[in-house]
């Protein structure tokens, strides 16, 4: 068995994703989560998809690229609009990890794949 069949993470990271993948954004909302172990929980925001099961923890400067790919940094302005995620290398505190950055949609080279969001798609949304 597969760790992340044993231990299922409840939001996408960069690794869940394979290339670029244009989606509909459903909605962004707060949620309560332990940033890690000991300490107290903090709210942090989390972006919805309407072609996607798990939401996306968001970083400053994941929401940025958002909000300047949708053309408004009010995020209750961003739902129904389509933006392209994509998988992007980076090293965090010396690890190498993978993000998820954002851009504006680009609908001409998807042609309606959902198989460059595998990982989105595992965890049905509980909210």
Do not use: C
Not at 43 to 61: D, N, P, W
Not at 87 to 105: L, S, T
């Amino acid at each position: 068995m597969k760790l992340e069949q044993m231990f299922p993470r409840r939001y996408a990271s960069g690794a869940d994703l394979n290339g670029p993948v244009t989606l509909t954004i459903a909605r962004v909302q707060p949620e309560k989560m332990h940033s890690g172990f000991g300490q107290d929980e903090s709210s942090k925001y989390v972006i919805y998809f309407q072609e996607a099961k798990k939401g996306v923890v968001m970083s400053r400067t994941l929401a940025h690229q958002i909000a300047q790919a949708v053309g408004s940094e009010d995020t209750d302005e961003w739902g129904g609009r389509k933006v392209t995620i994509y998988p992007e290398p980076v090293n965090v505190a010396g690890v190498p990890r993978v993000a998820i950055r954002a851009r504006a949609a680009q609908l001409a080279g998807n042609n309606g794949k959902k198989s460059e969001s595998k990982g989105l798609q595992e965890t049905q949304n509980e909210n």
